[in-house]
């Protein structure tokens, strides 16, 4: 989780109110929040991932101040329309396809306000950004822009311009290798024949996204005007990723006026609605909240009520009728639920299939293989094109963004993508899970089956199928089953380095190397030798 520091003087000038430390400190944690430290200067909190709107004075007072009652309910923003234009080329459709932006004007920034927004660019690069692959934002002195502005992609020695903390010009291929920024984070166009840029109607380069901004456009100490563009692969979370900056500095008194980017007016500040059955929260609470009540206790959480819950545009974890039931939970709060004993008497006994896996854990992680936990929701790209196949699989009716919009039919996806996110670190590496995997049927009620099932991926310079099946054999050996392989055709394997495990005449499991084409799709470098067994049916099998 990331961990902020807040000014506590600037955090008590923004909530409207002083608290003693001992107060602070309870209220704080009854939040949701992680409370690292209070002293006279200084508050030092961890936030939740789910949270990124409180990554900053501005979000985490105001989330206090309604919480301690002080400035409860849905803050408005008023958006005020603007002139200005931002066209966006199709040229960018398969580098960075997305942006929106923002103008804010009559700032004052102090040097509490500047430290602020900074570390919150920080945190939001770092976190919700995926160290800017995924979301990259820019901040500049709108007085220096002549709109309208123009996003597209270019080829990396057709344009050059002065970046930040230079003073010479430089293309955009030589930014990527001279420039601290560049090197930094040329990770996130890797592979990319062209690189987006933001020019003005001048053909000054306003931004390079997601690396580095023109010094034409630099913020200075007199600058009280600010344009905000940010990027990025996913529309919500650049949308987000906006709405956070916007409302921040519209705490410190910002006016905000609204562009047209493409068509799209950008920031849209209007909150959003869901129906909630009070009846459904008061089951899962065991209460017997009226309305009133209701309403007075999600406004505590900084929300609003207008027949539906109003949810603020830079809250874009409440997702289900069940996360606003975790708000009423934290606003009634969790000391203040009483416990009951149950009328029916019940002797606890351990689930024998957990009994199962916990052995197959202990088993594999006695070999020095570590166990993940990854999600069960992934999306196409990752199930079936990286790994060479066409499977179908179960989709998301709702999915809010194109990362997560199907459930998983199979582990390996999920393992691969965890060697991917750890491909700098040390080697051998010896992974495996346990998770649920879907599948649809027409016979079940929902039309959906499910079933767990464990991968173990093994991946070193001198990984191949001998050590993944000492594995499989030491795992059946202490099981007392006995199986054999067939050869097989599998494209995400090697041909004619996989096998079908079979047990007792049922084909249970995939062995064998991962191709080099599917690691080449997973951008990584190493050998990848995997397993996967379908625990569901084994445990049936032998039970």
Not at 135 to 163: E, R
Not at 367 to 373: A, C, F
Not at 414 to 424: E, G, H, T, Y
Not at 461 to 474: G, H, P, R, S
Request: aromatic share 8%.
């Amino acid at each position: 989780m990331p961990t902020i520091t807040l000014d506590k003087k600037d955090v008590f000038e923004l909530i409207g109110k002083k608290l003693p430390d001992d107060e602070l400190k309870d209220r704080i944690s009854m939040l949701g929040t992680d409370l690292d430290s209070v002293d006279d200067k200084e508050i030092i909190v961890e936030v939740f991932p789910n949270r990124p709107d409180l990554l900053s004075e501005e979000g985490f007072s105001r989330a206090l101040s309604s919480f301690i009652g002080v400035k409860t309910g849905l803050r408005k923003y008023d958006v005020k329309k603007s002139n200005f234009k931002v066209k966006v080329e199709k040229s960018v459709e398969n580098v960075r396809p997305f942006i929106r932006c923002a103008v804010l004007k009559n700032i004052n920034l102090s040097d509490e306000a500047i430290k602020s927004l900074m570390q919150l660019q920080e945190k939001l690069h770092l976190t919700h950004g995926r160290k800017r692959k995924k979301v990259a934002i820019g901040v500049h002195d709108f007085n220096a822009i002549k709109f309208p502005l123009v996003y597209k992609a270019v080829k990396p020695d057709s344009i050059s311009f002065v970046p930040l903390d230079m003073t010479t010009e430089m293309n955009l291929a030589q930014i990527l290798s001279k420039h601290p920024k560049g090197r930094d984070y040329a990770f996130c166009l890797e592979g990319l024949e062209k690189y987006p840029i933001i020019i003005d109607a001048k053909n000054d380069v306003v931004s390079f996204p997601p690396i580095i901004n023109g010094i034409v456009t630099q913020v200075k100490e007199n600058t009280k005007n600010l344009f905000i563009d940010v990027t990025g692969l996913d529309i919500n979370a650049v949308t987000q990723a906006l709405n956070i900056l916007v409302a921040s500095l519209a705490d410190r008194g910002a006016e905000v006026y609204s562009l047209d980017v493409d068509g799209v007016v950008s920031p849209d500040l209007k909150p959003r609605k869901m129906k909630v059955n009070l009846d459904y929260v008061n089951k899962l609470l065991g209460l017997n909240l009226n309305k009133e009540k209701f309403v007075e206790l999600i406004e505590k959480m900084g929300l609003g009520f207008d027949k539906d819950v109003l949810i603020p545009a830079y809250r874009d974890d409440i997702i289900h009728p069940v996360d606003i039931v975790e708000a009423v939970a934290i606003a009634y709060g969790f000391e203040n639920f009483e416990p009951e004993i149950p009328n029916l008497a019940t002797i606890a006994e351990e689930n024998s299939f957990e009994k199962f896996k916990s052995k197959i854990a202990e088993i594999l992680v006695g070999l020095g293989i570590i166990e993940t936990n990854t999600y069960n929701i992934t999306n196409k790209e990752n199930l079936n094109k990286k790994m060479n196949l066409d499977l179908g699989c179960v989709e998301l009716s709702n999915a809010l963004t194109k990362d997560y919009d199907v459930l998983r039919s199979w582990m390996i996806p999920s393992l691969m993508d965890v060697l991917r996110a750890n491909k700098n670190r040390e080697f051998p590496q010896k992974i495996f899970e346990m998770g649920i995997c879907f599948k649809e049927n027409k016979e079940k009620e929902t039309g959906v089956e499910e079933f767990t099932r464990l991968a173990v991926l093994i991946s070193h310079t001198k990984a191949n199928f001998t050590e993944i099946k000492q594995v499989l054999d030491y795992l059946f050996n202490l099981l007392g089953l006995e199986y054999k392989t067939e050869d097989i055709k599998h494209t995400s394997f090697i041909k004619g380095r996989v096998g079908r495990v079979i047990v007792n005449g049922k084909k249970l499991a995939y062995i064998g190397e991962i191709s080099p084409e599917v690691i080449t799709n997973w951008e990584l470098e190493m050998p990848v030798a995997a397993l996967e067994l379908n625990l569901t049916e084994l445990f049936e099998l032998i039970k």
